[in-house]
């Protein structure tokens, strides 16, 4: 793990290379400390999984973001990095870098919107933002104030060139940079419902767009030419013929616009009987 500290005790940071084989988000951090701007608030970086990233390999023994919060004394090399990772993140408001097989234009991902993420949200160039709450476990972003941000297509140049954006954006939006890009807006939030298996086959192919509604009836997927017809409407997330081992992604509803989430988000906070509310695979 290899981390740059600028300023004491800093409450922000930004994370890379969770998986060693998305290498824009290391690039993006190394680009931005080749020639390190005057910081206006202590800031860390971390390139979390070194020996992944250098062999070129998503992970040693276990994937990092499903080994939080990991152990000292684990036998896994990611179950140890994920212990030390979550020490050093420890109170932080943390944006961390990602890139996909299943879309290519940067979105987010948050447990929860919540006041601390919504803000953070709003200022970041993204297409949409994720609720993955449901499929909570392991992940970084379980732990409060932390966004992860999926650049784009993994080892595509577009996925570098947004994880400098997205990073730039998270540093005015933390006040760590003074705010000149001024981007990100009221994008739409969904929120993850199911799982979508896939059944053991030699090719696969995907045949809708992520984050565009499916109809009941629509051919969506198939594994070996056997088609998968959509039963309820939904919408495909992080949903791709190969990133997965047995799935083909997620589906997922839509909550609503990024400021009403924010806002309803808020009033729950505000008053007691909320969280009883949710429906319990939602929690
Ligand atoms: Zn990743």
Redesign the pocket.
């Known amino acids: 793990m290899r981390i740059r500290e600028f300023g004491d005790d800093p409450d922000v940071a930004v994370v890379a290379g969770?998986?060693g084989d998305?290498p824009c988000g290391p690039e993006a951090v190394e680009s931005l400390l080749a020639d390190p701007p005057t910081f206006g608030r202590p800031v860390k970086f971390v390139v979390a999984n070194e020996t992944a990233l250098e062999r070129g390999v998503?992970y040693l023994d276990e994937d990092l973001?499903r080994a939080f919060p990991g152990d000292a004394e684990a036998e896994s090399h990611e179950g140890r990095l994920a212990k030390r990772l979550l020490a050093e993140l420890d109170g932080c408001t943390t944006l961390a870098l990602?890139?996909?097989q299943s879309y290519a234009g940067p979105f987010a991902l948050v447990d929860t919107v919540d006041p601390a993420t919504a803000e953070v949200c709003a200022d970041l160039p993204v297409d949409a933002v994720v609720e993955t709450d449901a499929y909570a476990g392991g992940r970084l972003i379980d732990y409060p104030r932390t966004v992860e941000v999926?650049c784009g297509l993994q080892w595509s140049e577009t996925a570098a060139a947004n994880a400098r954006e997205l990073v730039t954006a998270f540093l005015e939006a933390t006040d760590v940079l003074p705010t000149e890009s001024g981007v990100g807006g009221d994008v739409p939030v969904f929120r993850l419902t199911d799982r979508v298996p896939k059944a053991p086959a030699a090719d696969y192919e995907v045949f809708v767009d992520n984050f565009e509604r499916v109809e009941p009836g629509v051919p969506f997927a198939s594994a070996d030419g056997e088609e998968r017809v959509a039963e309820n409407p939904f919408y495909p997330i992080l949903m791709s013929a190969t990133g997965y081992e047995d799935v083909f992604g997620y589906a997922g509803e839509r909550v609503g616009r990024l400021a009403d989430v924010a806002t309803r988000a808020d009033r729950r906070g505000s008053t007691s009987a909320t969280r009883q509310d949710v429906p319990a695979n939602h929690r």
Request: glycine share 0%; hydrophobic share 10%; no cysteine.
């Open positions: 969770i998986h998305e998503r973001n990602h890139s996909t999926e």
